[in-house]
């Protein structure tokens, strides 16, 4: 079993839905949660960390379920421009142990 | 606003060759690591650095040497290229607290051929 599991995909959505990525771990000890983005062939980039009472960043929300050990991440209003692959990204107590997801390809269309 | 630089962006490589990919970060970070994604998949742990002098193996070390002589700088070195080795290489850079995220470079695109 893999130590961060995401479903993969694809996720294929019409402009403007409303569509939502899990992703569970396997490490109770995880200490802190982030959500990526990678474009294709680039470079992962951070899209929002995930705090433990859930937070937003506009259309995007972020929750953490510490018990369940799965984390979320809800796109609301989608736009063309969301489509791309989405990381769930784990860290462990030490630093420096960073634990990747395989992603969830998201296309958005008109 | 450097962040982390990658060089080169794109090499061609016959089997049997060696290179260095370079990677230099100019946050203070302690932290680097190596990824390599191939086509379709998720990133997988080539090598990383927990700070100067300190280099460890990730899930995928063979045919890869590492080195950290300064804080800014991890190279990773291809000794004998082979056709499997053909990928995408991301350099990344985090602080020393667990609730700091993981900065990329723009990635090197490598072929073996």
């Known amino acids: 079993r893999k130590e961060v599991e995401q479903d993969p995909g694809p996720f294929n959505v019409p402009e403007g839905a409303t569509v939502a990525f899990n992703c569970t771990y396997s490490?109770?000890?995880?200490?802190?949660f982030f959500w990526y983005r990678q474009d294709c062939r680039k470079e992962p980039k951070l899209l929002m960390s995930v705090y433990s009472s859930g937070n937003e960043d506009g259309r995007f929300t972020a929750q953490l379920n510490r018990a369940s050990q799965y984390i979320s991440l809800l796109i609301r209003d989608s736009k063309l421009s969301d489509s791309a692959t989405y990381l769930c990204v784990v860290n462990e107590l030490r630093a420096g142990k960073s634990t990747f997801g395989d992603g969830t390809t998201l296309t958005v269309k008109p | 606003n450097a962040g982390v630089t990658q060089t080169p962006k794109f090499r061609i490589l016959k089997i049997g060759q060696s290179m260095t990919l370079q990677c230099t970060q100019d946050?203070?970070?302690?932290?680097m690591y190596w990824y390599r994604q191939d086509p379709g998949m998720g990133l997988k742990l080539i090598y990383y650095?927990?700070?100067?002098?300190?280099?460890d193996k990730g899930e995928v070390p063979n045919g890869y040497n590492v080195s950290r002589s300064t804080t800014e700088d991890f190279p990773l070195r291809l000794e004998l290229a082979a056709p499997s080795q053909t990928s995408v290489y991301f350099c990344?850079?985090?602080?020393?607290?667990?609730?700091?995220?993981?900065?990329f470079g723009d990635g090197t695109r490598l072929s073996i051929l």
């Open positions: 650095s927990v700070g100067a002098g300190i280099t």
């Open positions: 490490n109770s000890a995880s200490q802190s």
């Open positions: 990344a850079s985090t602080g020393q607290y667990s609730n700091q995220p993981q900065h």
């Open positions: 946050m203070n970070h302690n932290y």
